[in-house]
């Protein structure tokens, strides 16, 4: 079992910056995928951002540039850095665990809303 605590969601102005956290804990393969995925209303789920545990990354084209997810694996916690926040990122995001022979594991998720 895994559990997932985000944090650092919250208002933000057009053109502003949001730091999200997720802590994973309990029974944690070395092997992993980590990553970020949001949903907004009448929308589907779509990734965010992902990144392995060793530091490889994937980003959703429409936040090139803008976000960077990055891990501290020594604390078991992936971080999403958002900048230039745009309204269309309003929505929930939520943080998902993956890992070969494992079940996928997600956060309670956390919102984000841009607006002026």
């Known amino acids: 079992q895994v559990r997932l605590v985000e944090s650092g969601g919250g208002l933000v102005q057009p053109g502003g910056s949001l730091r999200l956290s997720c802590a994973a804990s309990?029974?944690?393969?070395?092997?992993?995928?980590m990553g970020w995925y949001r949903q907004a209303p009448g929308k589907e789920r779509e990734l965010v951002a992902a990144i392995t545990n060793a530091g490889s990354t994937n980003y959703a084209d429409s936040v090139k540039g803008r976000f960077t997810i990055s891990r501290d694996n020594a604390e078991d916690t992936v971080y999403l850095q958002m900048n230039s926040l745009k309204p269309e990122d309003t929505a929930v995001y939520y943080c998902?665990?993956?890992?070969?022979?494992?079940?996928?594991?997600w956060g309670q998720g956390t919102q984000v809303t841009v607006s002026s």
């Open positions: 309990g029974s944690i393969r070395r092997a992993n995928t």
């Open positions: 998902n665990f993956r890992a070969t022979g494992s079940p996928i594991y």
